[in-house]
């Protein structure tokens, strides 16, 4: 505890000295998801970096110009993890709306992602019954520098053991994900990919634990209607399944739309049943050309894809499991929503 006092007292001198790359820094190499108030700690440090530090300006670069490999590709192109690179996941986006990638995440990792989960969502459901920040569950407890408060997932107003959560709320859950991304080299790709440095956001970065809706459909949507001026903003969103789902799988998985072009749709029309949604009747009409997909998802697979991606969750008939999964929106920094809150990455 000493050592960890320590470090926390040097990241508070480097952060006076403003220098928040320096003690964000400091603090991984000096702890661990369980050194509660590092974990804490870390969370504030990276909301707080991001008004401090300098971005440079847009590049014109954007859309980046790609080898167009999966061209003759139907659908959704896959690649294996171990040949993960820049140009694959341009391609992928670029081309076709998405990269399908398979194994990024091994089983070991799976099973302790979805146990962190199931601790996250039964520490905000216990967060209600303690009036004291320093007495709740470290597993759920958040930042001051956070602002609002994310929506519950198919949950209505009571906390329930189903639903999403914003990975920020939770530290030690945020102090595992950004040091698997790490491992996984997913910093130098996105660099290579925005052409800049990345960052995460409060808002767009969730974890899940989705229940089966046997019978009942969810809003065909775009992220880029929620992040406001579409084509300004650059983005790469990494989904990961815990669960196997899609396809024929007993867990639901996404329906997707590939290879719709960089065009947001219209909402609130045509069948919608909220203004956010693309309407029924619209999708029929553009599935005509580019149809609805339902990728089967082992554990440990993903899918990375923009905000022009037209897409929903799939519930179908067959389904009797939950399904986990970890969804992360990454930025360009040049051009991270304010209103997002972007998180250092």
Known sequence: MNAVNDALLQADQL????????????????????????????VDLRIQAYPHLTWPEPHGNWPPAHDNRFADVDGFPEVEFQDLNVQALKAGIFGKGGLIVRGIMGDDRIAAMRENIDRVLQARMDSVDVDDNKDKNPWYQRSSSVRGGPQQFRGGERYTNIGSVWSVDSPPMTFELLEYFREIGLPGLLTSYFEE?????????????????????????????????????????????????????????????????????????????????????????????????????????????????????????NHTNNRYAIESWFFAGSTAPVKQQPVVF
């Open 15 to 42: 952060v006076s000295d403003g220098d928040y790359l320096a003690a964000i820094a400091l603090l991984e190499n000096a702890g661990s998801p369980n050194d509660e108030l590092l974990a804490r700690r870390l």
């Open 197 to 317: 440095g990345p960052v995460l956001s409060v808002r767009k970065w969730v974890v899940r634990c989705a229940a089966p809706n046997n019978g009942a459909s969810s809003g065909w949507h775009q992220d880029g209607y929620f992040l406001g001026d579409a084509t300004a903003i650059r983005t790469a969103n990494l989904w990961i399944a815990l669960t196997d789902c899609g396809g024929d799988a007993s867990a639901p998985g996404l329906e997707i739309i590939s290879g719709t072009g960089r065009q947001i749709f219209e909402t609130g029309t045509r069948g919608s049943p909220f203004d956010w949604t693309v309407g029924q009747e619209l999708i029929d009409e553009i599935a005509q050309t580019n149809p609805v997909r339902c990728p089967r998802f082992n554990a440990g697979d993903a899918l990375f894809f923009d905000h022009f991606n037209l897409h929903r969750t799939g519930f179908g008939l």
